[in-house]
């Protein structure tokens, strides 16, 4: 008698331990599944088999090749499409031309087999279906018999009310070759949905046989874990390779090769598979480990399935939980039950991952990091959700409409209940999707929403200067990635998020400790029409509108599609400017542009403003907070060249106070302004720390060493189309065009570069930094920054990406370089050194 194996389907539900192998060949305690049905199947004599395949054939054909080293002989069919259960067998009709039996390949079962042959034979049937009672039968077909066992109904996946059986249909089918007639050619078609029903409407002679004995359908991730719970309690009897030891009260089966130490405590069921080791104080119960595993020191299991290749660092505790081939579990990491972590993934140490998390396969979860939803798409989980103020991921991939829901009932519940909050986006479709997700959750904790809708950003952050709100956020596109959402959180003040106040939001994200406002009390939606005129106002009264009148200015502006371009030409015509603007208009469905476009748009523009005699052009970011200053020569000013150009237009105007800028800026800065007579502050490089530095009454302007700038006496926040306005006011003032402004500035080469280096070796980096510069004259604001009399190069670690800053300033080119390559290499030689 043959056998089919139905071993083709995808595994969708039982995903991600699919993801790299078909289901049939899942293991099943160091086995594949279907090996075991193969050896059910020969310990009947049935050993002439043939296997229905379709997904990743491939992997089933180079583990069972022809089945000799089985004892059986397999014949291999695979479809060219998927044509359902049936379907596929009527493919292999040329192999059946007498009464066989058919098995799927993913379930775990000791029937008697030759019974359920026995009782079709007795039956003259010409289909019997093997049906076996269950618990909970709504997830199943239910099949009803007559007091014949003949089948007279079916009911598919049945509610309740429907329920007159608890028999199921098990997937264990005795058929004759006649029942190929009813099968049709080349055509999707179903077992259960159509072949049975045919037979049953055509009153052929279709028998169910209930049978005793132990059956699972190992469907889903939950059922695979429970199949080695029930082994683990000897409900069912499987073969399993590793050969069991001579120990009173144990059931442990070890492998070839295998390092166990003294200390290890084992209990319950424990298989580990050939050339582990499993290290001293360990303690494992009832859980299968894999072939090539290290289990170190203090290491807890229980009731785990660890596959091949596994690394399991010390005092890690894992329950009930599977862990994938070539997975790397750092040290203290908890896995709560349910987990499944997939091939290829990496968990940093002391990672939480929280109870019935599926974690998808080639993933890195950083060190620290709290997993509380699946991840699938992405590469990586974070150990913070923000950096800085901002919380980044990929659009509908990490940051999805459930998850910003979450976040928003997270920020809902850090505020006071029924406080106020503004909300802002920039024009493209995706920021609106997540917007609208977020604020369903803030007005679940009773927090009340002051919608702006498609706003730039520093108008927003000008509305909150004023008294009403509690805080804000701004949903854009990531420049440096379009695919990329990125969410701007600000306190009451319209400045950056502190990281304690994003550790709170985060604190109760993580522990799910949200305030669910009663359902008379959810926060409410409204608007605030006249927000761009209250701007607009502001604005205008903080810049000396006369003198830029006077100016009669040609300006060119590249707005990027971003909502300036519907705001700041109007202020600027009001000021008798003529403003010509390119890329004005927004385009909800195209997306902002790429960073990858942006030299060519400053290419373009340079032409446009020497083309048109224009006396300045100005690229604005789409966030609208970054500015690029194009000259009335074409000149390109961006980054510390506009800082410099910034200064000297302020130095010039006679204005009198205090400078902020980031330690990495260009000393030249406080060359120009101390012989002003004017102060320099240095301060960090992070947002937060220019803005705050901004706050104070004798700060005239801080600017960062990419383009953005905050000018107090408007708002102490980066605002671009501010800055624009700005920069012709003060031209205006000198009365000097802006090619010559830096003809008199100090000359001095700045040079900078990057190195690339992982997380976990930025403080040994830096204990050596520190150790190199104990001889030497050095400051410590961010970063290390030596100085070497009017020389200086600075060390510093990026918050938010794997690499450090190396930055070189000298009066001429050649000292500079030799600086930065110094530097560089002492960098990349620590590197070597801490590997």
Not at 622 to 641: F, K, L, M, S
Request: neutral net charge.
């Amino acid at each position: 008698m043959k056998a089919v194996i139905m071993a083709g389907g995808f595994g969708t539900r039982i995903q991600p331990l699919t993801c790299n192998m078909p289901k049939p060949m899942i293991p099943l305690v160091n086995r594949p599944i279907m090996l075991h049905i193969v050896e059910l199947l020969k310990k009947h004599q049935i050993t002439d088999l043939v296997m229905l395949l379709y997904h990743q054939p491939m992997v089933i054909k180079n583990f069972f090749r022809d089945g000799v080293d089985f004892g059986v002989r397999i014949t291999y069919v695979t479809p060219l499409e998927d044509m359902g259960t049936a379907g596929a067998v009527k493919c292999a009709e040329k192999y059946l031309d007498e009464r066989f039996i058919l098995i799927s390949g993913d379930l775990l079962t000791d029937f008697n087999l030759k019974k359920i042959i026995d009782f079709h034979e007795d039956k003259k049937a010409l289909a019997t279906i093997t049906l076996t009672s269950v618990k909970d039968p709504l997830q199943f077909g239910v099949v009803v018999t007559d007091k014949e066992k003949r089948i007279t109904q079916f009911l598919e996946k049945p509610g309740w009310g429907e329920v007159i059986s608890d028999t199921i249909n098990t997937g264990i089918y005795v058929l004759e070759p006649e029942v190929f007639k009813y099968i049709p050619e080349g055509e999707n078609f179903d077992f259960s949905q159509d072949l049975f029903p045919l037979l049953l409407q055509n009153r052929e002679p279709l028998f169910g046989y209930p049978v005793k004995g132990y059956w699972r359908d190992i469907g889903n991730t939950d059922s695979y874990r429970e199949a080695h719970h029930d082994i683990f309690r000897g409900r069912v009897n499987i073969r399993i390779d590793e050969p069991k030891q001579d120990l009173v009260g144990k059931d442990l089966r070890i492998g070839a090769d295998v390092r166990l130490a003294d200390t290890t405590v084992l209990e319950g069921t424990v298989v580990i598979g050939d050339n582990s080791q499993i290290f001293a104080s360990a303690q494992i119960k009832d859980s299968v480990i894999g072939r090539n595993c290290t289990v170190e020191p203090g290491v807890k299991l229980s009731r785990c399935v660890i596959w091949d290749n596994a690394y399991i660092k010390k005092g890690a505790r894992i329950v009930d939980s599977v862990i994938c081939n070539n997975v790397r579990v750092g040290q203290g990491v908890v896995i709560e039950e349910g987990g499944i972590v997939a091939d290829d993934t990496s968990i940093g140490e002391e990672a939480y991952v929280k109870r019935d998390v599926k974690i998808w396969p080639k993933k890195v979860i950083e060190a620290g990091a709290t997993v509380t939803g699946n991840l699938i798409w992405g590469e990586k989980w974070k150990k913070s959700l923000f950096e800085g103020a901002m919380i980044k991921g990929l659009t509908n991939i990490e940051l999805t409409p459930e998850f910003v829901a979450k976040l928003g009932c997270a920020y809902g519940t850090s505020l006071p209940k029924g406080s106020y909050i503004l909300a802002g986006r920039d024009p493209y479709l995706a920021s609106r999707m997540l917007k609208r997700g977020f604020l369903g959750g803030i007005l679940s904790a009773g927090v009340h929403v002051r919608d702006l809708k498609m706003i730039p950003l520093p108008v927003l952050r000008y509305k909150l200067k004023t008294f009403g709100e509690a805080g804000g956020i701004h949903f854009r596109q990531a420049m440096d990635d379009p695919a990329s959402t990125e969410i701007v959180f600000l306190d009451n003040d319209g400045i950056d998020f502190s990281s304690s106040m994003g550790k709170n939001v985060e604190r109760i994200f993580y522990k799910e400790n949200f305030r669910r406002a009663h359902h008379t009390e959810p926060g409410g939606i409204s608007e605030l029409p006249q927000v761009v005129d209250f701007y607009r106002d502001g604005f205008s009264r903080a810049i000396d509108r006369e003198k830029v009148q006077k100016g009669s200015f040609k300006v060119v502006i590249d707005f990027n599609q971003s909502p300036a371009g519907q705001i700041l030409p109007a202020i600027l015509n009001d000021m008798g400017c003529e403003v010509i603007g390119l890329n004005a208009y927004i385009d909800e469905e195209r997306g902002a542009k790429k960073a990858a476009e942006k030299p060519q748009s400053l290419e373009q523009l340079a032409k446009i403003v020497a083309t048109l005699e224009a006396k300045a052009g100005f690229w604005l970011d789409p966030t609208v907070e970054e500015v690029i200053v194009v000259d009335e020569t074409g000149r390109v000013y961006e980054g510390a060249d506009l800082l410099l150009l910034m200064t000297a237009l302020m130095l010039k105007s006679g204005v009198r106070g205090v400078f902020a800028v980031p330690v990495a800026a260009p000393s030249a800065i406080e060359l120009m302004a101390h012989e002003k007579g004017m102060a320099v502050r240095r301060t960090k490089s992070a947002d937060r720390a220019m803005i705050e530095a901004a706050l104070s009454s004798e700060v005239i302007m801080a600017g960062s060493m990419d383009g953005r700038f905050a000018f107090p006496r408007f708002q102490a926040a980066f605002d671009g189309m501010f800055a624009i306005a700005k920069v012709l006011e003060l031209v205006a003032t000198c009365g000097v065009s802006l090619s010559r402004v830096l003809d008199d500035a100090p000359r001095r080469t700045f040079l900078q570069t990057t190195v690339p280096c992982v997380w976990e070796m930025k403080g040994g980096i830096m204990r050596k930094m520190s150790e190199d510069s104990l001889d030497k004259e050095a400051t410590f604001i961010d970063g290390i920054k030596v100085h070497f009399g009017e020389e200086w190069a600075l060390v510093l670690p990026d918050q938010y990406l794997p690499v450090v800053h190396v930055v070189a300033e000298a009066k001429d080119e050649r000292t500079a370089q030799r600086l930065l390559d110094e530097y560089r290499k002492k960098v990349e030689k620590w590197k070597k050194e801490l590997q």
